[in-house]
């Protein structure tokens, strides 16, 4: 069964940093895609980064030049630096990874951004 933890959310201040992570266990991990998605209140979810076992990062234009997304095979992880941060970031942050056909979710972690 696949598992996803995130952490490292938290308040910043618009220009502020934070790092985001994820911790898969469930097996296969090199087998998935791995993303970092959000959602903003009363909007849907979107794409923030996509991330292959190997090949090319996918990152969403409203976030290229200020996030990078990550991924260590050899610790099962995926983390999501994010630099630059607008108050427009505020989401819940969730990790998710592409198998069978669906999507598993992380329970998702907060960024606030506000002075």
């Known amino acids: 069964q696949v598992q996803l933890v995130e952490s490292g959310g938290g308040l910043v201040q618009p220009g502020g940093s934070l790092r985001l992570s994820c911790a898969y266990s469930g097996g296969f991990f090199t087998q998935y895609i791995m993303a970092w998605f959000r959602q903003a209140p009363a909007k849907q979810r979107e794409s923030v980064a996509q991330?292959?076992?190997?090949?090319?990062?996918a990152t969403s234009p409203s976030v290229k030049g200020r996030f990078t997304a990550a991924r260590d095979n050899a610790k099962n992880t995926v983390s999501l630096q994010m630099n630059s941060l607008e108050p427009e970031d505020t989401a819940i942050y969730y990790c998710?990874?592409?198998?069978?056909?669906?999507?598993?979710w992380g329970q998702g972690t907060q960024v606030t951004v506000s002075s």
């Open positions: 991330i292959p076992s190997d090949g090319a990062i």
């Open positions: 998710g990874a592409w198998h069978d056909g669906k999507w598993s």
